[in-house]
């Protein structure tokens, strides 16, 4: 047979087990007002023992918060969402917060990052933390009245946001294959409308490049997924030297193809990629790469919105942080 359910603790379940009145548990919970050691370890213990939890909704109707955060994150497989969500509740937590995240295993479409979003608003979240690459301003902004919102991971305008300097990124990674005589280099480019943050870094690569006298060879993609569709006509240039691609995961099938066609990484072809997180930072690999700070960005992302909640939203305003190049064993000096 089921077993029958009971009843959930409440907290005048608390107070009597515990022999105190109703506001000594609600003190002692919330560490609000004066209440003595003792009484406490009794309410804690008794709570405890019940297996009593607060109601995060009544308690926000009170005090017009919640204490909670709310998070859309892309694509819960890859190793950037999930470091940036570690980094984001490790610092929530260390703050008083909790985090609800609502994801996918796999790229999070438009209408699931708007069904989340507003599931998110529904449970009475303080604030948005947003960390999709896929979900536009535009979708965000008729919300931003009704609370904070921050995008974590991706440049914005319209929006509050803490992210790498992917121009900068771009830049440095194209400067380190100039200063080792790459002049005749492809850039994968992907879609503004996939990834703003990965078609940023692309277009300055390519500026860069241009910029030193280098030849661009250059090859639009829509998604990560559609790269290995350039791959044959692109690894047959004659003249070409190096390949950047937008991402680490890009830059593996990249190699992974030069491999499988018996070209030579980086003997004959150099490949840098761009993220130098997870595991694709194993010394067994030795991409050539740009790190992001990703523990600096989702512990900046939740300050900015915790500060956001409690002092009131201004204007909203941009991060940018500056991250590191990682030189590597997937580039090699012209010969």
């Known amino acids: 047979m089921p077993r029958e359910r009971t009843r959930p603790p409440t907290i005048i379940d608390v107070a009597k087990a515990a022999g105190v009145s109703k506001s000594a548990v609600s003190r002692a919970l919330l560490g609000q007002g004066e209440v003595s050691e003792s009484v406490r370890q009794r309410v804690i213990e008794a709570a405890d023992r019940l297996g009593y939890v607060a109601n995060a909704m009544a308690r926000g109707l009170v005090s017009e918060r919640t204490k909670t955060l709310g998070v ?15 980094a984001m509740q490790t610092r929530a937590t260390e703050l008083g917060y909790a985090v609800v ?19 998110l608003i529904s449970l009475q979240v303080d604030g948005l933390l947003v960390c999709s690459a ?28 803490v992210c790498v300097d992917d121009r900068d990124g771009g830049e440095r990674l194209a400067d ?19 990834s703003y943050s990965q078609h940023l870094r692309g277009v300055a690569m390519i500026a860069r490049l241009r910029e030193a ?38 830059q593996v099938a990249v190699m992974e193809y030069c491999r499988a066609a018996g070209v030579d990484v980086p003997g004959r072809l150099s490949v840098t990629g761009f993220d130098g997180i997870g595991p694709l930072t194993t010394s067994l690999l030795e991409l050539t790469t740009f790190r992001q700070p990703i523990e600096k960005i989702g512990r900046a992302a939740v300050e900015l919105m915790i500060d956001a909640i409690e002092q009131g939203a201004g204007e909203p305003g941009q991060v940018l942080m500056r991250g590191e190049l990682v030189p590597g064993a997937t580039v090699a000096a012209v010969r």
């Open 72 to 86: 859309v994150l892309h694509d819960v497989t890859d190793p950037f969402a999930g470091y940036l969500h570690v």
């Open 101 to 119: 995240t609502a994801t996918n295993p796999g790229e999070l479409t438009l209408d699931n990052a708007l069904t989340a979003l507003r599931t």
């Open 134 to 161: 896929r979900f536009p301003s535009e979708q965000v902004l008729p919300f931003v009245d009704r609370l904070p919102v921050v995008a974590a991971g991706r440049r914005e305008t319209a929006l509050s946001s």
């Open 176 to 194: 380190h294959l100039l200063e080792l005589g790459h002049r005749t280099v492809a850039v994968i480019l992907v879609d503004g409308a996939y």
């Open 213 to 250: 006298g280098a030849t661009v060879v250059v090859r639009e993609v829509a998604t990560n997924a559609d790269v290995r569709a350039v791959l044959p006509d692109l690894v047959g240039l004659p003249d070409l030297t190096a390949i950047m691609c937008p991402n680490d995961r890009t």
